[in-house]
């Protein structure tokens, strides 16, 4: 199963928005529901910011949204913070596994 | 506050065995099905292998198919992942984290990884 494609890098400043894709297949983001978003501070366990294409889980800001379209999901960060800049990365259920995107790192200007 | 401990990496040579753990607490461990996740360095997230809630279902990514074995023991809220001759494309941090195959919320819990580093 081919990870799923995300960009290398993005990068904002302060109090903008921001939006990383992920590109699947029909196989996986296209099929399926079980679309997840996770953010990743180096040296700490990843979080849970997406699950479900839109869900938020209990604690997670508004600042974070997703979206899908096609084969495509999407995260939106709006209203950048520094404590944002870090790696994200998008999972999709395919049915028979588990399949991550490549990642993105956020940097903040 | 939901803990997810793991333990048992290190360094082995190609061909090796290791067994990783990764004990819970504050968790209906029990309830939910369990991955185990790994990143290799400078690269991203790959989910590795699950394992339902009570044990009887196993999955793995193809990459580790047949030289590793997921298992659980729900009694001591531990999950386990056996690894089998070890490639230095193993060499990652292994992440447990709680969810399995079909999970809507996979990942909702992780611990803080054990390192795994395949050299001779």
């Known amino acids: 199963q081919s990870a799923l494609t995300q960009p290398a890098s993005v990068s904002g400043s302060p109090g903008q928005s921001i939006n990383i894709s992920c590109a699947g297949t029909s196989s996986d983001v296209g099929s399926s529901n079980l679309v997840s978003w996770y953010q990743h501070h180096p040296g700490r366990a990843p979080k849970l910011l997406i699950y479900e294409v839109t869900k938020r889980p209990s604690g997670v800001s508004s600042r974070f949204s997703a979206s899908k379209s096609g084969n495509t999901a999407s995260l939106t960060i709006s209203g950048l913070l520094a404590e944002d800049e870090a790696h994200y990365y998008c999972?999709?259920?395919?049915?028979?596994?588990?399949?991550f995107g490549g990642g993105t790192n956020l940097t903040v200007l | 506050e939901v803990q997810l401990l793991e333990s048992g990496g290190g360094l082995v040579q190609p061909g090796g065995s290791l067994r990783l753990s990764c004990a819970a607490s504050?968790?209906?461990?029990?309830?939910?099905?369990m991955s185990w996740i790994r990143q290799a360095p400078g690269k991203g997230l790959e989910w590795v292998s699950a394992i339902s809630a009570a044990g009887g279902s196993t999955y793995y990514a193809d990459s580790v198919e047949g030289r590793s074995t997921i298992s659980r023991d729900n009694f001591k809220s531990t999950l386990f992942l056996q690894m089998n001759s070890l490639r230095a494309e193993d060499t990652a941090i292994y992440y447990c984290a709680s969810g399995g195959m079909a999970s809507s919320r996979l990942g909702e819990y992780w611990g803080q990884g054990t390192q795994v580093t395949v050299s001779s």
């Open positions: 999972s999709s259920y395919t049915g028979i596994s588990n399949v």
């Open positions: 504050e968790f209906t461990f029990s309830s939910y099905a």
